[in-house]
């Protein structure tokens, strides 16, 4: 019995172990090796050559133009794709909603899915065919329509601009599936009762739809901030962080100096990482208690 009465105490415990490691090992480890490797002059080739600097790469970290001009372009890139896509995605969403065929909702659905499992390399790779300032069909279609053509890519002024293009394709009809789920959610017999009470079609999506999908978009603003910080690989495809740093991120910084200067790149993650926690809790402080959750 005293057996059978400690198993039951620590199931839940043995339970959850294999995923607890799986935690401590690739997660918990490496942020506080990464911590150790950031005090330290790291020398790849002799660990043994390898000396402790205390807190020179941070104060190096900060005296650089190049870190500021990263962050710069990543507060403006997720700002950019962040709200972007959300304002897509929740249109998308509204829009594939009011159809009332299954054949043509689920089509619309596949449809603006595909981008989102294809390979982001292979999606880069097309987009800088199409962006091609002397061959590419969307300098074409801006001829087209009597516009200027652009450099897209090979313009300081246009590339960063071009990235959060292709990010958003990428990304928004992910996160409008996301939403469509939350809005089917929505009981109807609410939206029957506003509409006894003859509210107009903005007051009903402000104070119904809204509310009634807010955990969905507070999920979708805390794990596309988070994606948008840690952008790399369509930066490291399309422009290699040009022209002129126009594109550098924080984590293209990091990966610029992988090899030469470890503890500087380490340095520089566990800022990038103090940066997303900050902006997750003021996230949760700021908009946890305006969430209405059924």
Known sequence: MNRRKIWETLRPYVMILPAMLAILCFVIYPVFYLLKLSFYKYNLLNKAKSKFVGVDNYEQLFAKDEFYTALTNTVWYTIATVSLTMLIALLLALWINQKKGKKINALLQAGIFTPHIISIVSIALVWMLLMDPNHGILNFLLKL?????????????????????????????????????????????????????????????????????????FFILIIMTIGSFKVFDTVRIMTGGGPNNSTSTLVYHIYEYRSNNLGYASATGIVLMVIIAILTFVYFRMLSKKIHYQ
């Open 145 to 217: 329509v009597g516009l200027p053509p652009s450099k897209w890519l090979q313009s300081s002024s246009t590339s960063m601009m071009s990235v959060i293009l292709v990010s958003i394709w990428h990304g928004v009809g992910y996160y409008a599936l996301i939403i469509l789920a939350a809005l089917k959610s929505v009981p109807p017999t609410i939206y029957e009762a506003a509409a006894l009470d003859n509210a107009s079609r903005f007051k009903t999506f402000y104070k119904i739809t809204l509310p009634m999908i807010s955990p969905q978009l």
